[in-house]
């Protein structure tokens, strides 16, 4: 057995079942070693669609992914994925050939790449050691969260595997909960007994059914309204306390009721500047706790009256088994009635700025929102409509959304919703797009129609990136270098095997509902003429963050 079969064998052995990348000559036999050992392998159109792939699905199924490329250029070419995922913790394997011969075109510093966007790097380098070293590339992904670069130089790759080397079958690492400190669940239980406005706000260390369950029945306790920011949308639809996202992407009411808090609590969030408008949600008397298992995290972009190193549902438990008695908080009728009627985007009044030509991108939302099944996975690109498609599409829970935007990248929208989607094969999966983003990324179009996805494609189509266009042309600045003439994306589709339809108005949208009702043997792509007078309500915040 060589190296090469020995590193893809003790991936598969370790868990991992999918594998997402382009294959050239360096990686070829650990692909295939990959494959014979039972993963699926999900071939990209481009190294950087692989990359993002393969963390949705990481995200969205809660298994390691690997991503495997070329030497050199597939490396380079994945890196904003990369880096993406390295930004968001993800746990993710990165297998990459290594060219030893600095005279090799091939040759680059890829070590130093890796680390230059945030992710952890190891190395193989002995056939008696490949095993082991491939299982702490693993166990270092899952238990510090992070993406790993492991490198295979091409020599190694050939060389024989002791035959004392034992792969087997082994227990995936897991990551053990941290128990919170008594003297800080005393001091959170007390702080909690004590407000009289307590709000919740979950992170992506909340995500999860165990961490929803403990949050609910503490809030419930101690009348908690409860949040989330982007990334963790979609963990407590459905109840009636929910404010949905904070942050840029909160409804009037939402933002009103955070700053009107007396008690923040942050569960496995890093209350940031997204999260808390760059405080501004804030109150000037609130008391602020954070609870994350990562005790560097602890106030690393906010001062906080309490800093709690703990598992999020582990110390949710821990304080209600502490039997303080149930208090209603913030939980009075008018704070329910203002949740009820006025909580969600689609109920705040607005001026629809439709066209004959062109459509509002609420009302674009509202009414794809009414059209698709409540059981969707969206994923959703970068860009000015962005927040549309957030808070006006629902999602069932947090494994209905997913959002990679650590990196704020345009482009990696359509490969999002392709991981997302083979993570959950039981939901419609939504990809939302900006023109712009759309045609960075078609080339995964391709991997769309090959994998029979049932995709739905919804882009939001300005003809601009609208970002530049509305935090600029109001300076009076020349927009030429960020409008474009109008493209037919809708054909661009068709060519890649799309269903594909051209909205304006919302009689367009009748062409959605008969594909719904079909077969959904080819995906569809809805190419919306969005209207473009005006910037969207969360963009001053995203300039703000520069």
């Known amino acids: 057995m060589k190296v090469a079969e020995a590193v893809g064998r003790t991936l598969v052995a370790a868990g991992v079942d999918h594998a997402f990348g382009v294959v050239g000559s360096g990686n070829f036999h650990v692909t295939n070693a990959l494959i014979a050992a039972g993963a699926r392998f999900v071939a990209a159109r481009h190294e950087g669609g692989a990359a993002t792939m393969a963390d949705a699905y990481a995200r969205m199924s809660g298994r390691v992914a690997v991503l495997t490329v070329h030497q050199g250029p597939g490396l380079t070419n994945a890196l904003t994925g990369i880096a993406e995922a390295a930004k968001s913790r993800t746990p993710l394997i990165v297998l990459a050939p290594e060219t030893t011969e600095p005279r090799s075109n091939f040759h680059v510093d890829q070590e130093a790449l890796a680390r230059a966007v945030g992710a952890a790097t190891t190395r193989v380098t002995a056939p008696d050691e490949a095993v082991e070293q491939t299982r702490t590339a693993i166990r270092t992904a899952v238990i510090e969260r992070t993406t790993v670069l492991l490198q295979l130089p091409l020599p190694v790759q050939s060389l024989d595997v002791p035959d004392t080397a034992l792969i087997g079958t082994t227990t995936p690492p897991t990551r053990e909960p941290t128990a919170p400190d008594d003297a800080d669940v005393t001091s959170l239980t007390d702080l909690l007994a004590e407000s009289l406005r307590p709000v919740f706000v979950a992170g992506r260390g909340a995500r999860g059914a165990s961490a929803r369950d403990a949050l609910i029945a503490l809030a419930d306790r ?289 062409a959605v509902e008969s594909w719904l009702t079909g077969p959904r043997s080819r995906p569809l792509l809805i190419d919306a003429k969005v209207t473009r007078d005006r910037g969207a309500w969360w963009l001053e915040e995203a300039f703000r963050g520069h």
């Open 222 to 510: 101690f009348g908690a309204l409860l949040a989330t920011s982007a990334v963790a949308r979609g963990l407590f639809h459905g109840d009636p306390w929910s404010l949905d996202v904070s942050g840029g992407f909160a409804s009037p009411v939402a933002a009103e009721l955070l700053q009107g808090a007396d008690l923040v609590v942050g569960w496995g969030c890093a209350l940031n500047m997204w999260t808390m408008r760059h405080g501004r949600l804030i109150g000037p008397a609130a008391n602020v706790v954070q609870i994350d298992d990562d005790r560097s995290a602890l106030g690393r972009h906010r001062p906080v009256d309490l800093g709690v190193t703990g598992d999020v549902a582990l110390t949710a438990r821990r304080v209600l088994e502490r039997g303080t008695g149930t208090r209603q908080g913030y939980r009075t009728t008018a704070v329910g009635d203002s949740i009820e009627s006025r909580v969600r985007w689609r109920d705040v009044p607005f001026d629809d700025t439709s066209t004959n030509d062109r459509i509002d991108p609420r009302t674009l939302s509202i009414a794809l929102d009414d059209l698709l099944p409540s059981d969707r996975v969206i994923g959703v690109d970068s860009g000015n409509f962005m927040g549309y498609p957030s808070m006006y599409l629902s999602v069932p829970d947090e494994h209905g959304f997913c959002f990679t935007q650590a990196f704020q990248s345009i482009g990696l929208g359509l490969a999002t919703t392709i991981g997302a989607a083979l993570a959950r094969p039981d939901r419609l999966p939504v990809a939302a797009l900006g023109d712009g983003g759309a045609l960075m990324g078609v080339a995964e179009f391709d991997t769309v129609r090959r994998l029979g996805l049932p995709m739905v494609v919804i882009v939001y189509n300005d003809d601009a990136y609208g970002a530049e266009v509305h935090h600029f042309g109001p300076g009076g600045f020349p927009l030429e270098t960020v409008e474009f003439p109008p493209t037919d994306i809708a054909a661009v589709a068709r060519g890649h095997g799309f269903e594909a339809l051209t909205v304006r108005t919302v009689d367009d949208l009748r």
